[in-house]
């Protein structure tokens, strides 16, 4: 019989009909049902739906098309219908049973499942619509999963579509290794770097450099500084090739970068030369500039020596008519090289200071060489010639030795014997000085934007940042955007050279400058720009051609080929913190401390910094158990407050030897104290004989002394059998102090007394060493 409606046996909730109903109008297409629960059936099917835990009854099912189709078959067939019906309903019986014991499998397997867990089936079933056609006329008791073969397929292709993407990547990485590896071939340095530095450089992490410290045996952190041998091993081990320069040779290189470049225009204009006066310490380069500047600054420099670059406009009337030159006066200690690099840069015409008393010096050869690898005019001014002891021609003599030849001997080079002091010869000179502008048809563009060099830069505590600067092109004008390295700013207030407040500065002008965001460095270019805009981009610019360099001393980290993985050298290290007035003091400084000896003890830069010393600095002292040196600063008073208050080490110098020595004499006290041994005497021993308190030995003295309480060396056959002290020396029974050459005495050890004839005793003294850090 064909049932066109079906109505459900469960009524457990109404959550339940209403997942039963998704189900049947999803698989069965039943348009809807009623609110009676009863359903109109489209293609008409039984399903029977069990309380709690229940299984779906599965009775055979007709379609309507056969159904119709038995029904007007002929009366001879009803027979062997009926048979049929008896063998399905038999069949019947037998799946119901089948379905029954599954059922408590069921039970036993998922005892909190309250019913038919449908949302498998329909996952399936969604996948594919054949297999959904396919399954229609089966059971929902466990419709059969997607076929295997389309799972793994799709299994199959996702992990090939991985691979492809991770193959990608990894060819992606290995491109960027292969460019990062051709990019750092040839690394460059100046001296010892920190690690966070190192890594950037290599354009590596970090932690491997790290890591490499570690497998070395040395623990480290990334601000530590390492020497330049460790910072050769970790590129070794990266196989990177380090190239090691110092600051001055990078300097050198860069001369030409350095040189501001001024484009032809019908705008130019002739403008004065600057000079650099160069030459060895104490020669009188600062003399002959008071002589031409009528002033007396050596009275004024501390200990007599310049130790900043000075920068002086002088207005001269040698050839009938105002003239002017702006003189830079180099300091001529071996301590200031940066800075007499720089001068040299800088300059149009050098003049060569060499005395005429003391000949040519190790900072004259220097400043040769910096001459002419500028390829500057210059002229020799020969100094002090009203000295008994000058000889000028001899310092002619000497100066061919350096491919100098005097224009009175068939050279090119003006030679002028001068007297700074006594000012004989200045005229000549200054005039020399003015041919050779002549000739050198110096030029520049006051219409154009203004760019020059820093010359030096200065932290005012009222007025922020401050930078001498030379124009070398343009004119420099109040409220101008100015960018310097990577510090900008718009200027606040110029003063020229004389102390006096200006608005503007032509080319070849000094001038003090206020306005930059902080300190530039000296030696940088500076240009003006037009808008806020151009100078972030320039200073990205700048930081991006930045070289790296340290003139550290050497790092707290000590590094052997010869030490074992796991041995770490121990050595003491001084901590300082460095204060000065400028940032050429400080290199000065810096490059100085890197010369002092440190095989001993080593010295760790804490930090560095220009300006006076705040209460910051004396924290930091406290903290990292660092003495303070201060170099031609002031010490606040909040900070001497403090420094007293916790004894913190503070010396304050003006003259860059005593800064020197000072740490030099600090390194020492940290020096354990050395002793030499000093041999006092030898003597043999001839006999042995017992006394109450020991074993004495009959001895007689070969040479210089015996003393009571010295130490003793006692020898069998070359070998020592016994170290230690003289207890007591006699005289037959008569207790003595000391016995000289050619007498005999009685020697007694507390610690020793197996003595034998022929032992050999060698007394001798420690005495305390000189401390030394070499």
Not at 247 to 270: G, W
Not at 354 to 376: F, L, M, N, W, Y
């Amino acid at each position: 019989m064909l049932l066109k409606k079906i109505k459900w046996e469960d009524k457990k909730s109404y959550s339940n009909r209403q997942n039963k109903k998704e189900i049947l109008i999803r698989y069965l297409n039943i348009s809807d049902y009623n609110t009676e629960g009863i359903i109109d059936l489209n293609n008409p099917k039984i399903f029977t739906f069990y309380n709690n835990n229940s299984v779906i009854e599965k009775p055979e099912t007709q379609e309507v098309n056969s159904i119709t189709e038995n029904n007007v078959e002929s009366e001879k067939n009803l027979s062997n219908s009926s048979v049929k019906y008896k063998q399905k309903t038999k069949e019947n019986n037998r799946l119901e049973d089948l379905l029954e014991n599954k059922k408590n499998k069921i039970k036993n397997k998922k005892k909190n499942r309250d019913e038919i867990d449908f949302d498998e089936e329909e996952n399936n079933l969604i996948d594919s619509d054949s297999l959904m056609i396919k399954n229609i006329g089966l059971s929902l008791m466990r419709p059969p999963k997607p076929e295997t073969k389309n799972l793994l397929t799709r299994q199959l292709n996702k992990h090939n579509n991985q691979l492809k993407k991770g193959n990608l990547q990894t060819n992606k990485k290995e491109n960027i290794l292969e460019k990062s590896n051709s990019s750092r071939q040839l690394v460059k340095l100046t001296g010892p770097i920190k690690i966070l530095d190192f890594s950037e450089m290599l354009n590596i992490s970090e932690r491997e450099i790290i890591k490499l410290l570690f497998m070395k045996g040395i623990i480290a952190t990334i601000n530590q500084i390492i020497d330049l041998e460790t910072a050769k091993t970790i590129a070794d081990n990266l196989g990177i090739e380090i190239d090691i320069k110092s600051c001055d040779d990078i300097k050198e290189q860069n001369i030409q970068y350095e040189k501001i470049e001024i484009k032809d225009s019908d705008a130019l204009e002739i403008r004065p030369p600057v000079v650099t006066i160069m030459g060895h310490v104490d020669h009188g380069k600062t003399t002959l500039l008071d002589t031409i500047r009528k002033t007396k600054i050596v009275e004024n420099e501390a200990g007599g020596i310049t130790q900043v670059i000075g920068a002086y406009e002088v207005q001269v009337n040698i050839r009938q008519k105002q003239e002017k030159i702006v003189f830079l006066d180099t300091p001529g200690h071996e301590a200031f090289r940066g800075m007499r690099l720089r001068g040299a840069n800088l300059t149009d015409i050098a003049i060569l200071i060499i005395a005429a008393d003391d000949g040519i010096q190790p900072q004259t050869v220097e400043a040769i060489e910096h001459i002419k690898r500028v390829q500057s005019p210059y002229i020799v001014a020969i100094n002090k010639i009203d000295r008994f002891e000058a000889n000028v021609e001899k310092i002619k003599e000497q100066l061919t030795q350096y491919d100098i030849l005097a224009d009175s001997l068939g050279g090119d080079v003006q030679i002028i014997g001068i007297s700074a002091i006594q000012g004989t010869n200045i005229d000549k000179l200054l005039e020399t000085i003015l041919i050779l502008a002549d000739l050198a048809n110096l030029r520049a563009n006051p219409l154009a934007k203004a760019t020059g060099t820093v010359i030096e830069t200065h932290l005012d505590k009222t007025k922020g940042p401050t930078a001498t600067l030379l124009v070398q092109n343009g004119t420099l004008n109040l409220g101008d955007l100015v960018v310097s390295g990577i510090s900008s700013g718009k200027v606040r207030a110029l003063e020229n050279s004389n102390g006096e407040k200006v608005n503007f500065a032509y080319p070849t002008s000094i001038v003090k400058m206020w306005g930059l965001s902080e300190m530039a460095r000296s030696g940088d270019i500076f240009e003006v720009v037009n808008k806020e805009k151009e100078a972030r981009i320039l200073i990205e610019k700048n930081k991006g051609q930045k070289q790296l360099e340290h003139n550290l001393s050497n790092s707290r980290i000590i590094f052997n080929n010869s030490l074992n993985n796991n041995e770490k050298l121990e050595i003491k290290q001084i901590n300082l913190i460095v204060k000065t007035d400028t940032p050429g003091s400080l290199e000065a400084i810096l490059n100085c401390l890197s010369q002092i000896p440190q095989r001993k003890i080593q010295i760790k830069v804490v930090s560095t910094g220009s300006g006076e010393i705040k209460e910051t600095d004396i924290d930091l002292a406290n903290t990292t158990n660092s003495r303070i040196i201060g170099f031609n600063i002031n010490l606040s008073s909040n900070a001497k407050i403090l420094a007293n208050r916790n004894k913190t080490s503070i010396k304050i110098f003006n003259i860059i030897y005593d800064v020197i020595a000072a740490v030099e004499e600090e390194m020492k006290n940290l020096l354990d104290v050395e002793y030499i041994e000093e041999e006092l005497g030898k003597a043999k021993v001839k006999t042995t004989f017992p006394l109450t308190k020991g074993i004495v030995a009959g001895c007689y003295i070969e040479t210089g002394k015996l003393e009571k309480s010295c130490l003793i060396k006692v020898l069998r056959q070359n070998e020592i059998i016994f170290e230690g002290k003289l207890d007591s020396l006699k005289r037959v029974k008569e207790d003595i102090n000391e016995i000289d050459k050619g007498n005999e005495c009685g020697v007694v050890i507390n610690d020793f007394s197996s003595w034998n004839k022929e032992d050999e005793i060698i007394a001798y003294k420690l005495t305390a060493k000189s401390p030394s850090l070499l």
